[in-house]
Nanobody, 124 residues
């Protein structure tokens, strides 16, 4: 079992930056592939970024490539999402997720554990 708690969301102007954090706890937290997803009002949850258990492989949605960066610190059991060049269309609730098995994926159905989400609002 893995518990996830996100933080770092807020209100920012277009072009600004935020860094989201996801603190993980549980027996397998340090070996779990992790991902960030987001959901805007009236839209489906979508993939943002994912990282393998050791940080060696990272994946991004096309819409955030070059602007967002995912990283992890397994000593702290924490995953980060650095978001630069934010746009109004990035406004959403951002969720951290973890898989129970090895192998990083980009589809939300394959993630087993979810945080409560943190709101990111980008004003124009």
């Amino acid at each position: 079992q893995v518990q996830l708690v996100e933080s770092g969301g807020g209100l920012v102007q277009a072009g600004g930056s935020l860094r989201l954090s996801c603190a993980a706890s549980g027996r397998t937290a340090a070996t779990s592939p992790m991902g960030w997803f987001r959901q805007a009002p009236g839209k489906e949850r979508e993939f943002v970024a994912a990282v393998s258990w050791n940080g060696g492989n990272r994946y991004y949605a096309d819409s955030v490539k070059g602007r967002f960066a995912i990283s992890r610190d397994n000593a702290k059991n924490t995953v980060y999402l650095q978001m630069n060049g934010l746009k109004p269309e990035d406004t959403a609730v951002y969720y951290c997720a973890a898989r129970a098995t090895r192998g990083v994926t980009t589809t939300f159905e394959t993630y087993d554990y979810w945080g409560q989400g943190t709101q990111v609002t980008v004003s124009s």
